[in-house]
T-cell receptor, first 110, second 114 residues
């Protein structure tokens, strides 16, 4: 089983739609969780951290379910500029490198 | 300020040749990472450096791969006797400290081994 698993998509949604991605991780001792965004042929960039209590940043909401070992990202009121690949990222302990999922591709259509 | 800088942006080489990829991290960042990304694949961790500590080389796929970081700043990833399966985008990232979740990536080196 891969450490971090994501549905590769693509998710094709119209502008204004709400879309949600899930990600599962295999290591129950994982400590930190993040969502990164990667535009086509560009480098990944941090979108947001994921906290145990859930957190929101504008139209983006991240949730963590430790019992089921999954992380979610909800995007409300999708914009064309949200089109990208969303990478689920996990850190297993404080001094280990980030482990990246393969990403979920989102296309927002006008 | 300047971000993470990588060079070259593209490298085409013949199978069996050695290549060197360079990364110049953000000034003051103590942690530096190398990842690679093959077409349609996720980021694969290769190696990281943290300050003056010994690097974590656990992700290097074979002994043909090596990396060094001089003076706690610039890093070079060397691939000896390149193989076609080495073709990928090699991404360097830096962060203020090792446990930091915010990595700043360079734009990568696209390596093509013919």
């Amino acid at each position: 089983r891969k450490e971090v698993e994501q549905d590769p998509g693509p998710f094709n949604v119209p502008e204004g739609a709400t879309v949600a991605f899930n990600c599962t991780y295999s290591n129950s001792a994982s400590q930190s969780f993040f969502w990164y965004r990667q535009d086509c042929r560009k480098e990944p960039k941090l979108l947001m951290s994921v906290y145990s209590s859930g957190n929101e940043d504008g139209r983006f909401t991240a949730q963590l379910n430790r019992a089921s070992q999954y992380i979610s990202l909800l995007i409300r009121d999708s914009k064309l500029s949200d089109s990208a690949t969303y990478l689920c990222v996990v850190r297993n302990s404080g001094n280990t490198p980030l482990v990246f999922g393969k990403g979920t591709r989102l296309s927002v259509i006008a | 300020g300047a971000g993470v800088s990588q060079s070259p942006s593209n490298k085409v080489t013949e199978k069996g040749k050695d290549v060197e990829l360079r990364c110049d991290p953000i000034s003051g960042h103590t942690a530096l990472y190398w990842y690679r990304q093959s077409l349609g694949q996720g980021l694969e961790f290769l190696i990281y450096f943290q300050g003056n500590s010994a690097p974590d080389k656990s992700g290097l796929p074979s002994d043909r791969f090596s990396a060094e970081r001089t003076g706690g700043s610039v890093s070079t990833l060397t691939i000896q006797r390149t193989q076609q399966e080495d073709s990928a985008v090699y991404l360097c990232a830096s962060s203020e400290w090792l446990g930091e979740g915010k990595l700043f990536f360079g734009s990568g080196t696209q390596l093509s081994v013919l």
